[in-house]
């Protein structure tokens, strides 16, 4: 399994410098992303799904991170880092979803027809 690192994250967050975030902070978030993935992994995921999941948490806490003292030291939120966020949360979010299922499909079209009814389906092997 490879591991997320906090230059990883520096990186993804376009070289977020030190001064901003220290590293201690996104070791916590990178740690914590870990846990969760495996808290949520579906047994089809891939080792590159979890790095995504976990690359992705991390990213998106350490801006919330960075968003929170940047709004005590200003005492507003920069406009371009509130967008950010949101676009960071939409990828996470996603990023768990796919964490999740994996490459599973609960009902394969192989072996299912179409019914009269949407509610339920015919095996194609017992009509």
């Known amino acids: 399994m490879m591991v997320v690192t906090v230059e990883e994250v520096r ?3 376009k ?8 590293d201690d902070t996104i070791d916590l978030q ?5 846990w969760l993935a495996a808290k949520e992994k579906s047994s089809h995921a891939s080792t590159e799904d979890i790095d995504k999941v976990v690359l992705a948490r991390s990213a ?15 005492g507003v939120v920069p ?11 939409t990828e996470m979010l996603q990023a768990m979803e796919y964490l999740k299922r994996g490459d599973h499909v609960s009902i394969p079209l192989t072996v ?3 019914s009269s009814s949407i509610w339920d389906y015919r095996r194609v092997d017992n009509p």
Not at 15 to 22: K, M, Y
Not at 30 to 34: L, P, T
Not at 60 to 74: D, H, N, V
């Open 11 to 13: 990186t993804f967050l």
């Open 15 to 22: 070289n977020l410098p030190r001064s901003f975030v220290e």
């Open 30 to 34: 990178i740690k914590q992303a870990e």
């Open 60 to 74: 998106y806490f350490t801006t919330l991170a960075y968003m929170e003292e940047a709004e005590r030291s200003l």
């Open 79 to 89: 406009p371009g880092l509130q967008a950010l966020v949101s676009e960071l949360r």
């Open 112 to 114: 299912s027809t179409i």
